[in-house]
């Protein structure tokens, strides 16, 4: 068995970027960019009104100061005079400072007169509500970096920097081929000693969650011949995953079936629990993983080791999701040789902070709690005991 942290570094040493694509940026929400991108303009190009109201002279707009209006500056439009003094623009939200004024004096601040001229409730100063050009970022400013996961907000900002056409990681293709006599689909007839399949769905969510793209190759019989048959659908995929029949048992057929695929086996298993028998290595030109059949162990693995490999591939730092600390719930006892990973619920004490409750079952065939599951609880190998309010490693699952 080799230890979780060597595992990982193997995996992650055969995750090798994925191809740059060009997208729509109505497309571009969630996608990972390809490479750093500057601002093809200034925001805002001019000096613009931050509020509605009139652009005076702030030496003319003392405290009831009569000023005549004379002229006006929407959004979009423009007053293309000099503002001298007494004089006034009525101006609007993001309309352009007019030469010669130097504030703002906010709508609601202001009576007008009969004869048309304003007069100000309040005294203004010099630069009141009024937005520099290039405040927000100038020509040539980088503001998104490569490997960033774009945001609603940041596809807001690639539109204001006059990028209609992104800039992105190509999703790895991710091919998911469930192995077993037992599994039928959801929705499908029993038979008298089968049960519903529920992993791969759970892969593959996690797999698109991650920046994947999922291709459900179905149920592959526990027969060698059909499992290289449907492994050679999955062909064209970056990373080729298979679920169940990853350890050595007489019905654990993945390792023979793909060897004569050509399936070369870098390690098959890891120290941890839940998900010992993990079969890692290359088929052809393919990333090859073996995840184990119960539910629990295949998508704790899948969590430490398929997601980080597709954030890898696509660019993304970093690639595995960060541990946090948090105080534990209740007592834990001392841990053996493999490193354990407890699922358990996240809630706040009295003074705010992190606290992890683990759940009493831990058996890696209860998919239920794991649904329930907030976090993941890290205990190192042959970790010693562990008390109410210890500080403890978790991984976050949310």
């Known amino acids: ?30 996608r990972v960019l390809a490479q750093d991108i500057a601002s093809r303009r200034t925001q805002p190009p001019m000096a613009v009104s931050a509020m509605d109201g009139y652009a005076v002279r702030a030496e003319d707009a003392v405290l009831g100061a009569r ?3 004379v002229g006006e500056a929407p959004a979009g439009g423009s007053y293309d005079h000099p503002v001298g003094a007494g004089e006034a623009v009525r101006i609007f939200t993001g309309g352009p400072v007019p030469e010669g004024a130097d504030a703002i004096v906010l709508q609601e601040d202001v009576s007008v007169a009969a004869d048309g001229a304003i007069v100000l409730g309040e005294a203004a100063i010099f630069g009141q509500h009024i937005r520099k050009a290039g405040v927000d970022f100038a020509t040539g400013d980088v503001l998104l970096k490569a490997g960033r996961v774009l945001s609603p907000a940041d596809v807001g900002l690639l539109a204001s920097m006059d990028w209609p056409d992104v800039p992105v990681r190509q999703r790895p293709k991710v091919a998911i081929l469930a192995t077993g006599d037992e599994l039928v689909l959801p929705g499908e007839p029993l038979g008298p000693n089968q049960i519903v399949s529920s992993n791969s769905f759970a892969i593959a969510a996690l797999v698109n969650r991650s920046g994947g793209e999922a291709m459900d190759l179905g149920i592959a019989e526990d027969n060698i011949e059909t499992i290289k048959e449907m492994a050679l659908r999955g062909k064209d995929a970056d990373i080729f995953v298979t679920v169940g029949g990853a350890s050595v048992g007489d019905h654990d057929l993945v390792q023979p079936a793909l060897a004569e695929l050509g399936l070369d086996v870098d390690f098959w298993k890891i120290a941890m629990r839940p998900g010992k028998p993990l079969i890692f290595g290359g088929l052809a030109d393919q990333a090859f993983i073996g995840l184990p059949g119960n539910p629990v162990s295949a998508l704790v693995c899948a969590t430490l080791y398929l997601a980080p490999m597709i954030r890898q591939m696509l660019g993304v730092t970093p690639a595995s999701i960060p541990t946090r600390q948090a105080r534990l719930g209740r007592p834990l006892s001392d841990n053996k040789a493999r490193q354990d990973y407890i699922r358990a619920t996240l809630s706040l004490d009295d003074k705010g902070r992190d606290v992890v409750t683990p759940f009493d079952l831990q058996d890696s065939s209860v998919l239920s709690l794991f649904a329930h599951a907030d976090v993941l609880i890290i205990r190192r190998p042959h970790a010693k005991p562990a008390e109410v309010g210890d500080i403890v490693e978790v991984l976050p699952l949310r």
């Open 1 to 30: 068995m080799i230890a979780v942290e060597e595992a990982l570094a193997q995996i992650l040493a055969r995750a090798t970027p994925t191809p740059i694509e060009t997208v729509k940026l109505p497309e571009a929400h969630e």
């Open 67 to 69: 000023l005549s209006r």
